[in-house]
């Protein structure tokens, strides 16, 4: 009898964006010619910069012919990927890596996702509230975090409850954690953590010889001197963090799919007994067993990144990103919600007017000025009373929506 993995049984399914679909498809038979905006996408709607397309062509034409073509890479990707990562990524920030470091791969989820693999189970893991819930949900689905319960959370996990009271930056834990999710700059809440606070998290992790989980997608967005591009800018943190990031939203890639973790070799854990471990050659195993490489054309479209050509159209292609973010946060700011992030990251996070509950204003939001957003109740509990937004769409629709929301919102 073939038993199947419970833990999955406890996840708390794909409720949200399958709630967002039915209330918008029933807002549209019962509002057939309304023109709905959707400002509730985390995609990128910009195609590819003409650089990426070049590097890109060439790799093809490459694979035509027998002398150039390549089959099966290197598991954790080219040298010529990982040596620009290297000196465009991490130099600049006087962080040194050597090149078995990085580990290229198809996308921060999966990464992100998959990393929890070389720890025990038994390992408590802390993640914020709200949250990214690929982090929650992998470490359900390996037995990590006990069952769910009727206040909305999973009775082993460790919650940082980010809110407007406490800026959105997670309280260390007063109960000793092992692992340690940070998403900076943050997606849902568009807020980041300055090197004063990173510190902190570095000192707790060293400390209670805990890791850091290091998201940091959304890296190229940050706009601010005092919040980090890595956490390695941090003394102390290549002794304790595991760092992600990913081309998606920094070059278009969401569909391209191209990313890297970084994992220095100091960075340990430890073995029952107590004997201490590094994560970098686990890790390694654990991919080359189970993953055989981004393509070689994939690699040489995210290299083309790194060339000045290519390094100035993502730049345009964020600020572009960027300024939506702030005609949004603006134009909200301007009718009295209260709104955070949209500085470091295309994400809007607003305070629902008047204590309305997150689904409220869904539909408020949805039935007066046909514009879809994402209710923040969907990111974990402390979402409630909080809303998503996001500047990834195309500046004609944000400053419609913009407008919208000033004249049609009743608040
Ligand atoms: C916080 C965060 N991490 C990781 C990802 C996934 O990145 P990738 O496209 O590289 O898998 C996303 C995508 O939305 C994200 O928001």
Same mark, same amino acid.
């Given at each position: 009898?073939?038993?199947?993995?419970?833990?999955?049984?406890?996840?708390?399914?794909?409720?949200?964006?399958?709630?967002?679909?039915?209330?918008?498809?029933?807002?549209?038979?019962?509002?057939?010619?309304?023109?709905?905006?959707?400002?509730?996408?985390?995609?990128?709607?910009?195609?590819?910069?003409?650089?990426?397309?070049?590097?890109?062509?060439?790799?093809?034409?490459?694979?035509?012919?027998?002398?150039?073509?390549?089959?099966?890479?290197?598991?954790?990707?080219?040298?010529?990927?990982?040596?620009?990562?290297?000196?465009?990524?991490?130099?600049?920030?006087?962080?040194?890596?050597?090149?078995?470091?990085?580990?290229?791969?198809?996308?921060?989820?999966?990464?992100?996702?998959?990393?929890?693999?070389?720890?025990?189970?038994?390992?408590?893991?802390?993640?914020?509230?709200?949250?990214?819930?690929?982090?929650?949900?992998?470490?359900?689905?390996?037995?990590?975090?006990?069952?769910?319960?009727?206040?909305?959370?999973?009775?082993?996990?460790?919650?940082?409850?980010?809110? $407007? @009271?406490?800026?959105?930056? =997670? %309280?260390?834990?007063?109960?000793?954690? /092992?692992? +340690?999710?940070?998403?900076?700059? !943050?997606?849902?809440?568009?807020?980041?953590?300055?090197?004063?606070?990173?510190?902190?998290?570095?000192?707790?992790?060293?400390?209670?010889?805990?890791?850091?989980?290091?998201?940091?997608?959304?890296?190229?967005?940050?706009?601010?001197?005092?919040?980090?591009?890595?956490?390695?800018?941090?003394?102390?943190?290549?002794?304790?963090?595991?760092?992600?990031?990913?081309?998606?939203?920094?070059?278009?890639?969401?569909?391209?799919?191209?990313?890297?973790?970084?994992?220095?070799?100091?960075?340990?854990?430890?073995?029952?007994?107590?004997?201490?471990?590094?994560?970098?050659?686990?890790?390694?195993?654990?991919?080359?067993?189970?993953?055989?490489?981004?393509?070689?054309?994939?690699?040489?479209? $995210? @290299?083309?990144?790194?060339? =000045? %050509?290519?390094?100035?159209?993502?730049? /345009?292609? +964020?600020?572009?990103?960027?300024? !939506?973010?702030?005609?949004?946060?603006?134009?909200?700011?301007?009718?009295?919600?209260?709104?955070?992030?949209?500085?470091?990251?295309?994400?809007?996070?607003?305070?629902?007017?008047?204590?309305?509950?997150?689904?409220?204003?869904?539909?408020?939001?949805?039935?007066?000025?046909?514009?879809?957003?994402?209710?923040?109740?969907?990111?974990?509990?402390?979402?409630?009373?909080?809303?998503?937004?996001?500047?990834?769409?195309?500046?004609?629709?944000?400053?419609?929506?913009?407008?919208?929301?000033?004249?049609?919102?009743?608040?």
């Amino acid at each position: 009898m073939a038993l199947i993995n419970e833990n999955y049984l406890k996840l708390q399914g794909s409720y949200l964006f399958a709630e967002i679909a039915k209330r918008v498809a029933n807002f549209k038979i019962e509002n057939p010619t309304a023109n709905i905006i959707r400002l509730g996408i985390g995609d990128v709607t910009k195609p590819l910069a003409p650089a990426v397309i070049e590097g890109l062509h060439k790799a093809v034409v490459e694979m035509a012919s027998a002398e150039t073509f390549r089959g099966y890479g290197p598991e954790q990707g080219y040298q010529f990927l990982i040596q620009k990562v290297i000196e465009f990524d991490y130099k600049p920030l006087g962080v040194s890596l050597e090149e078995d470091e990085v580990f290229i791969s198809d996308g921060s989820k999966s990464d992100v996702g998959n990393f929890q693999e070389i720890f025990q189970t038994e390992n408590v893991v802390a993640i914020t509230d709200p949250v990214y819930p690929v982090y929650l949900d992998t470490n359900v689905m390996a037995g990590r975090t006990g069952d769910f319960q009727s206040d909305g959370h999973f009775g082993k996990v460790v919650y940082m409850a980010c809110n $407007a @009271e406490n800026q959105f930056k =997670p %309280e260390l834990p007063k109960e000793k954690v /092992d692992l +340690i999710y940070l998403c900076v700059p !943050n997606n849902p809440t568009g807020t980041a953590l300055t090197r004063t606070d990173l510190k902190k998290w570095v000192d707790y992790a060293k400390e209670h010889h805990a890791i850091i989980l290091y998201d940091a997608a959304y890296e190229a967005y940050i706009q601010e001197d005092d919040v980090p591009h890595s956490i390695y800018e941090i003394e102390g943190a290549k002794e304790v963090a595991v760092e992600f990031r990913s081309f998606s939203k920094k070059a278009g890639f969401t569909g391209t799919r191209c990313a890297f973790t970084v994992v220095p070799k100091s960075v340990m854990a430890f073995t029952k007994d107590g004997k201490e471990y590094p994560l970098n050659p686990l890790w390694n195993r654990r991919q080359t067993t189970k993953f055989n490489g981004v393509p070689y054309i994939i690699q040489r479209g $995210a @290299e083309a990144v790194y060339s =000045p %050509e290519g390094q100035q159209q993502i730049r /345009d292609i +964020i600020t572009y990103y960027m300024t !939506n973010a702030k005609i949004i946060t603006e134009g909200l700011k301007s009718i009295g919600l209260q709104v955070f992030g949209g500085v470091n990251a295309p994400y809007i996070w607003l305070k629902t007017p008047n204590g309305m509950d997150s689904w409220s204003f869904f539909d408020k939001l949805l039935s007066e000025a046909h514009i879809v957003g994402t209710p923040g109740t969907g990111f974990g509990p402390s979402g409630e009373g909080y809303f998503r937004l996001t500047a990834f769409g195309n500046r004609e629709n944000t400053e419609d929506a913009v407008a919208r929301i000033k004249t049609r919102l009743k608040i």
